[in-house]
């Protein structure tokens, strides 16, 4: 048996989920369609998903065709859930990109393709509502090959569109050999010889079709409904025969990867992992981030529509993992698997909120439920304010707020406001910065020496950390508390803000070896500990991060605007208000395209703002590109939640507070 780990992707509202409902109805797995409209699908199991009529977590459901096994992911299509998405595409073998034949092409539906392609995620094109009201097929094909990829290939066409009696038809082998020649030639030349010398079958022309669908170099697209089954048929052995399934070796050493995590009625973790090698078991222990152990207590595998227990989860498969109380999503299960599946595919928040409970007695119970959505969604990332006793947490974007709203209230009993939404900006160090503390001189109350240089590194590089002195210096563990502190510390630069690329380099070192009274035990006020390091580290840091500078940067959107042509003398001075500037301005017919960069802060009210400019016309398309140096003005601040290191008296005294508590 086969096993195929299946992604439906697509902007909101193109019919994921009723797409997710007509698959397994047509299988045999439910008797009955649950509607999006009324709240009973499969797949929408929180509360909120069945109010609002979107997804907003992951959900796996699992089918059998003929002799594959399927397990069918349907993913949120809203922006503000993107990084739900970004979790399943470790995971999957293969992709369904669902697009509305009558809204066509969306912001969204770019996004979400651009990233399959870049993963080289094998994907399928299902263009859904051909029943409906204003469908445009021929259009939607079009825009698809200008917009998403020109690597496409319709597998059919569709009758009667925009009627209940729509309907797809497969083309016949003879239909598709022009067009797929064409495309499948440009990567076989071999391909394209056959045909020449006259040798050139329906069978090896399908072959080739398999083979760089399941590369990824070509893309079918597929006509139906969700609502009426047309064409969902064609779509199945499509996802059978041009997909690939799971590889993996079930002998072989235990590697998986954990997407989701959930808690149970009881409270219980829950962690939802796909398995890439080796065979894991009820009663195995396992080793994952740091030295972590855990031991599985029970297990869940997806059969035929539901998780069904049993005591082992093979390579290839999905399964439900029980006992891990400290696994996070992210995690890694046994021995590390390199894989592009498995880095950064889309851009972190880059907005913030203040969460505010209305009864001033919940504060303690907000922190607490606020962490635990963190396990389930850790760019949630809480941070909580000591001294102005107020919790943050980060964001994609407004509707993001109505989720964590109603999951506090339904699932916690908490309610909450939220303060004004605004960006999360980085530090960059302008300059070189040295600071040096030593061991037993002026006024260093710590054990310990600590020395360090601080310097600008290229974008994007994150924070390095290296070393100038020699590693057998002092005891490894205090290299370590160096090294983990100086991470901590920047997590919070001069302005409050995460500090980022930059090399920070380790330049003096020392320590005072452990010492003990004749017939007494070890004593600590004579020897050196982690503490001491950990404790003096923070304060070397910013000295050396003052002494280089740093600049505030805001987080900026790339846009890609479509607008009618006589509504951009309009459209530009607002552009301009919103400190949007445009790159490029292209004309197609009486439609005009503007891209450019816009700063996050001000794409909320751009969307809002461009449907009266436009007419309701207007596209706007916004992904996160960079950050860009905060122009005018001073510098944003950030209210720190450390022990603040940038005052020496208040860090210490602080610092000398926690310990005594």
């Not at 393709?113 to 051909?130: A, D, E, H, S, Y």
């Not at 760089?212 to 697209?221: C, M, R, S």
């Not at 040295?434 to 240089?453: H, I, Q, W, Y």
Request: aromatic share 6%; charged share 25%; glycine share 10%.
């Amino acid at each position: 048996m086969h096993m195929l780990n299946l992604g439906i992707l697509a902007h909101v509202d193109a019919g994921k989920t009723s797409l997710t409902e007509r698959l397994l109805h047509t299988v045999g797995v439910i008797d009955e369609i649950g509607s999006v409209d009324d709240g009973n699908t499969q797949t929408d199991s929180l509360a909120l998903e069945r109010q609002r009529g979107i997804t907003i977590k992951s959900a796996v459901v699992s089918f059998v065709v003929d002799d594959v096994t399927v397990n069918l992911i349907d993913t949120p299509g809203h922006p503000d859930f993107i990084a739900e998405v970004e979790r399943v595409l470790g995971v999957l073998d293969g992709a369904v990109l669902v697009v509305s034949a009558v809204e066509g092409v969306q912001a969204q539906t770019r996004v979400l393709m651009r990233t399959l392609q870049r993963l080289r995620i094998p994907t399928l094109v299902f263009v859904n509502k051909i029943d409906r009201g204003g469908a445009r097929c021929e259009h939607v094909l079009a825009k698809i090959s200008e917009r998403l990829t020109d690597a496409i290939v319709p597998m059919g066409e569709v009758g009667e569109q925009g009627s209940r009696d729509a309907y797809f038809t497969s083309y016949a082998a003879a239909r598709l050999q022009a067009p797929l020649l064409d495309l499948l030639a440009e990567h076989d030349d071999e391909l394209l010889a056959a045909y020449v010398e006259g040798r050139l079958s329906d069978d090896r022309l399908r072959a080739a079709l398999v083979r760089q669908t399941g590369a990824a170099l070509v893309h079918p697209v597929f006509f139906g409904s969700a609502m009426t089954g047309a064409g969902v048929a064609e779509l199945i052995c499509g996802i059978k025969e041009l997909l690939p399934g799971a590889d993996g070796d079930v002998d072989g050493p235990v590697s998986g990867s954990v997407f989701k995590v959930e808690r149970g009625p009881a409270g219980e973790k829950i962690a939802y992992a796909r398995m890439f090698s080796g065979t894991l078991r009820t009663r195995d222990r396992l080793t994952f981030r740091d030295g972590v152990e855990g031991k599985v207590t029970a297990i869940s595998v997806f059969d035929q529509g539901s998780a069904v227990r049993e005591g082992a989860v093979a390579a290839g498969r999905i399964g439900k993992l029980w006992g891990l109380g400290d696994i996070r999503i992210g995690d890694t299960i046994g021995v590390p698997r390199k894989s592009p599946g498995e880095e950064r595919h889309f851009s972190p928040p880059t907005l913030e909120t203040v969460v505010v409970p209305c009864r001033p007695a919940d504060k303690g119970a907000l922190h607490l439920a606020l962490t635990q959505l963190a396990e389930q969604d850790p760019l949630i990332n809480v941070r909580q304010d000591e001294v102005r006793k107020e919790i943050s947490v980060s964001l994609y974007g407004e509707v993001q707020k109505e989720v964590i709203q109603a999951t506090l209230a339904d699932e916690f009993g908490i309610d909450v406001l939220f303060l004004e939404t605004t960006p999360l900006c980085v530090e960059r160090p302008v300059g070189t910065g040295t600071a040096v503390e030593f061991n037993k001189k002026d006024a260093n109350p710590f054990l310990a020496t600590v020395g360090l240089r601080i310097e600008p590194a290229p974008v994007d590089s994150g924070v390095e950390f290296r070393l100038e002195v020699e590693l057998g210096a002092m005891p490894y563990a205090f290299f370590k508390a160096v090294e983990d502190s100086v991470r901590e510390t920047l997590a919070q630069g001069i302005h409050g803000w995460r500090v980022t690329d930059c090399t920070v380099t380790m330049t003096h070192s020392g320590y005072s070896p452990r010492q003990s009274h004749a017939h007494q035990g070890f004593d600590k006020s004579m020897s050196s500990t982690g503490a001491d390091f950990r404790g003096l580290t923070p304060l070397v840091v910013m000295s050396a991060l003052r002494e280089a500078g740093s600049q505030v940067y805001e987080p900026m959107d790339h846009f890609h605007l479509e607008a009618p042509a006589d509504t951009l003398a309009a459209v530009l001075p607002v552009l301009a208000k919103q400190r949007a500037v445009p790159q490029t301005t292209l004309m197609r017919g009486a439609t005009c395209v503007l891209e450019g960069f816009v700063p996050v802060a001000r794409v909320h009210e751009l969307g809002q703002q461009l449907p009266g400019l436009t007419r309701g016309e207007g596209e706007l398309d916004c992904v996160f590109d960079h950050y860009a140096p905060v122009g005018q003005g001073a510098a944003p601040e950030r209210s720190r939640t450390d022990l603040n290191p940038l005052d020496r008296k208040e860090y210490l005294l602080n610092l000398t507070g926690r310990v005594g508590a």
